[in-house]
């Protein structure tokens, strides 16, 4: 599964963003799917995860309301809505796929994207 994300840039405070992962290759439909972020000089942390159907999902508490991940997987697609973004939400943010369930540890992942860039300025 190679995953493309997307759709990061530089905001300020208060704005709204939304992510995009295309998976290609193969059909994320039986994937669960996370989204982690990572700040220089800091470890890669959790943001949010969905189930391979769409009918679960979860969130980090730093984002909890703010943030709503969403799949579809007829377009192999993940997506973060990002809302209310603050500059400690500024990071690389990654998109990756687990065969099974959802998890808020990076190193059960088995793909991962590239990563898209979001500024957050104050």
């Known amino acids: 599964v190679q995953l493309q994300a997307s759709g990061g840039g530089l905001v300020q405070a208060g704005d709204s963003l939304r992510l995009s992962c295309t998976a290609s290759?193969?059909?994320?439909?039986?994937?669960?799917m996370g989204w982690f972020r990572q700040a220089p000089g800091k470890e890669r942390e959790f943001v949010a995860a969905v189930l391979w159907s769409g009918g679960s999902s979860y969130y980090a508490d730093s984002v909890k309301g703010r943030f709503t991940i969403s799949r579809d997987n007829a377009k192999n697609t993940v997506y973060l809505q990002m809302n209310s973004l603050k500059p400690e939400d500024t990071a690389i943010y990654y998109c990756?796929?687990?065969?099974?369930?959802?998890?808020?540890?990076?190193?059960?992942?088995?793909?991962w994207g590239q990563g898209t860039q979001v500024t957050v300025s104050s």
């Open positions: 290759g193969r059909t994320i439909s039986r994937y669960a």
């Open positions: 990756a796929a687990r065969a099974g369930a959802t998890s808020s540890r990076y190193r059960e992942y088995d793909y």
